[in-house]
């Protein structure tokens, strides 16, 4: 059926911006980065004076609100869009400088800040080719840029087994921390019994330090929905839930908006695009708390009970939320099936040592903090210094926190390791926040377990007490005994029922063997 292999690789994404180039169709185009954080540092107002400088001047040229191409650092960036140019990137455009920017652009070509060419380099912009470059609120600019082709070819072809073999032999695996096989769940839930299935974006995204889907969602709405249909499509799945954290208002409105536009267009709904495939989507918000982005907990706040995780088994795939066969699946996981898709299982495997690309967030003491696309097998120092810029003052990073409230702090003799799921380093999620020396190991531990043992739903012991004991550990005045804290670290490890329990132990683990004389 062709699932793959239509269309050759694409080349990397040329310097200073991703890989399309004139997202939205004028001649000139501006785009404003209006995501969260560029909406934070004024980007709205810049907006508003670009449009009234293009008007004053009666330019024949589009403003438009687009999400963030990754640079956080360098916000509000306005992205230039001309004809076949390759597009330009130029951060921090406060009102003041709308018009000298009109003017450089009216001249000839913006210069470029070196920064952006810095931040770019090495990365590898696929899943995030659009973000920053389009307006998400546009479905036609979606579809100028290839959204829905991929859904239209498959639903033609008729055959969810075929999509499930491509992603199968992409290997492609789950971007919400576990790096779980989608073609395993989709699988699952396709061979379940039950004229009802359900398919779940999780688009949850809770803890501290992580950020990246909210990118992706604020970004690239419609990538985000045509992954999800492919999905449902392949797991026999005739309703869908995108679930999006309570505070992500603007991912949420994005999507909404995306949503309505797409059913409009036949995307969702009753026999898709003429097909036997029917689905009905429908958007809900999470309330808060770490817990919820577990898969069971938010299935638990679904069904309208208090966030708690369930035992498993029964998995999902055989009883998920209503007591249907349920697939959830992450923002980036999903970002990825219309790719894969589309160019290929093999395209896939070639990238990132067979792993793919990965969406990190960077944060903390660097230069240029941000979302970043790379292949997997990038090591940490990639992000802080090649990306990030290194440390913006004189005080170097000493310990990243990689992973969020579940993951470990590494300390600088491994910041050349690769990072390759199910290693050691192990990506996670993506969240990567560097700190220096100001920020003792010991205070960094506290701040993650503290966060575990306020976020602990309190089902089970280990986790609601053990927590809190260790992180109490902390708190006397002598070295912390190490046997002690290894012995509890196993009980919450091994007793809890969730991942938040069973991973809460991490940090404090990993900073007494990485960083032994700091506890
Ligand atoms: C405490 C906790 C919080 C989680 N939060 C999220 C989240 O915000 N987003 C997410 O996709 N997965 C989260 N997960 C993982 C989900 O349970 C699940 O594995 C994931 O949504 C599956 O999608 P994937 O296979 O595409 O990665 C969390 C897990 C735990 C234990
Ligand atoms: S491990 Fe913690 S968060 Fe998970 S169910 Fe048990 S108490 Fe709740």
Redesign the pocket.
């Known amino acids: 059926m062709g699932c793959e292999g239509e269309k050759p690789p694409p080349s990397p994404p040329p310097p200073g911006g991703g890989g399309v180039g004139g997202g939205v169709s004028a001649p000139l185009t501006l785009v404003v980065g209006a995501g969260t954080c560029g909406l934070s540092v004024g980007a709205a107002d810049t907006l508003r004076a670009l449009h009234a400088e293009v008007a004053r001047r009666n330019l024949p040229a589009r403003v438009v609100a687009g999400g963030c191409n990754g640079m956080c650092w360098a916000a509000p960036v306005v992205t230039v869009l001309r004809g076949d140019e390759a597009p330009r990137v130029i951060p921090r455009v406060t009102v003041a400088q709308a018009a000298a920017l009109l003017d450089a652009v009216t001249a000839g070509a913006p210069r470029e800040h070196a920064g952006v060419a810095g931040f770019l380099a090495g990365q590898r912009r696929e899943l995030m080719s659009r973000c920053g470059l389009m307006d998400p609120g546009d479905i036609a600019d979606a579809i100028r840029l290839g959204s829905y082709e991929v859904l239209k070819r498959v639903l033609g072809e008729a055959q969810p087994e075929r999509v499930i073999e491509t992603i199968k032999r992409a290997g492609l695996r ?7 096989q ?1 073609a395993l ?1 989709w699988e699952g839930a396709r061979r379940a019994a039950g004229p009802i299935k359900y398919l779940i974006v ?6 501290p330090g992580i950020f990246k ?1 909210r990118h992706l969602l604020e970004g690239d709405p419609h990538r985000l929905l045509e992954g999800a249909l492919l999905a449902a499509y392949a797991a026999g799945a005739s309703r869908m839930i995108l679930y999006i954290h309570g505070e992500a208002h603007l991912a949420a409105r994005h999507i909404e908006r995306a949503l309505a536009q797409a059913a409009a267009a036949g995307f969702v709904g009753e026999r898709v695009l003429g097909s036997d495939f029917s689905v009905a989507v429908e958007l809900r918000r999470g309330a808060g708390g ?2 919820l ?3 069971t907990a938010l299935m638990e706040s679904l069904e309208g009970r208090r966030a708690m995780p369930r035992p498993k088994p029964p998995f999902p795939t055989e009883s998920g939320v209503h007591g249907r066969p349920t697939v ?4 980036e ?2 970002f990825t099936v219309p790719l894969i898709l589309e160019r290929g299982a093999a395209w896939w495997t070639g990238l990132g040592g067979g792993h793919g690309t990965k969406v990190f967030g960077l944060s903390g003491h660097v230069a240029r903090p941000g979302v970043i696309e790379a292949e997997l097998g990038l090591t940490l120092r990639d992000l802080l210094e090649r990306m990030g810029g290194g440390a913006p003052d004189a005080r170097t990073v000493t310990t990243v926190a990689l992973g969020g409230p ?1 993951g470990i702090l590494v300390p600088p003799r491994r910041f050349d390791e690769p990072l390759v799921p199910g290693g050691n380093p192990n990506p996670g ?1 993506g969240g990567v926040a560097a700190l220096h020396a100001g920020v003792p190991v010991a205070e960094a531990v506290r701040v993650l377990l503290d966060f575990n043992t306020r976020e602990s739903c309190g089902k089970c012991t280990p986790c609601r007490e053990g927590t809190a004991r260790l992180r109490d550990m902390l708190d006397g005045r002598a070295p912390v005994d190490r046997q002690a804290v290894a012995e509890l670290a196993d009980v919450v490890r091994v007793a809890s029922l ?3 329990g069973q ?1 809460a132990p991490l940090s404090i683990l990993s900073a007494l063997s990485e960083f032994p004389g700091e506890l």
Do not use: H
Request: proline content about 0%.
């Open positions: 789950g971007r919400g921390g576990a790096y779980f989608a769940k999780n688009g949850e995204e809770g803890e889907d770490f817990v982005g577990e898969e959830i699946n992450n923002v996981t999903l579940s999620t969730c991942g938040l991973a």
